[in-house]
């Protein structure tokens, strides 16, 4: 029901949660329901990953290890150090069409390049 709850209701639950399952207390009843997980190996290092969508979610988004590197900025003509965060996602095809999983994706990019238009 993550589509009926505000940005600080849902804040406070994923608190919780992350927290049960640090602490190794999550139940399996808490772990199941869901179509979508997000997986992160930036905390160990990763730089890319492939993530195995676990039926019967529909998806799965791995964010790696975010790194300076130096980019190529079209409208300046120029190259500039940009923090860069990989992702993957991987979805199941018979569920997430193709384009619609890559413009999903780009909407993540958006985001992440500016949280604020979250907020208008």
């Known amino acids: 029901n993550v ?3 505000s940005l600080s209701e849902l804040s406070v639950e994923l608190t919780d949660l992350a927290k049960k399952a640090r602490d190794k207390k ?5 772990m ?8 992160n190996l930036g905390g160990i290092g990763g730089t890319g990953f492939t993530p195995i969508v676990y039926p019967p979610q529909v998806a799965i988004l791995g964010v790696s290890r975010a790194k300076y590197q ?3 900025v079209k409208d ?9 965060v990989p992702l ?9 069409n193709g384009a619609d999983g ?3 994706l780009r909407y993540i990019c958006n985001v992440m390049e500016d949280p ?5």
């Open 3 to 5: 589509n009926r709850k």
């Open 32 to 39: 199941q329901g869901g179509t979508f997980t997000i997986s």
């Open 116 to 120: 604020y238009a979250l907020l208008f």
């Open 70 to 72: 130096q980019v190529f």
């Open 88 to 96: 993957s996602l991987s979805y199941d095809h018979r569920v997430i």
């Open 102 to 104: 890559a413009r999903f």
């Open 76 to 84: 300046k003509g120029e190259f500039e150090k940009r923090l860069i």
């Open 26 to 30: 999550l139940s399996p009843d808490e």
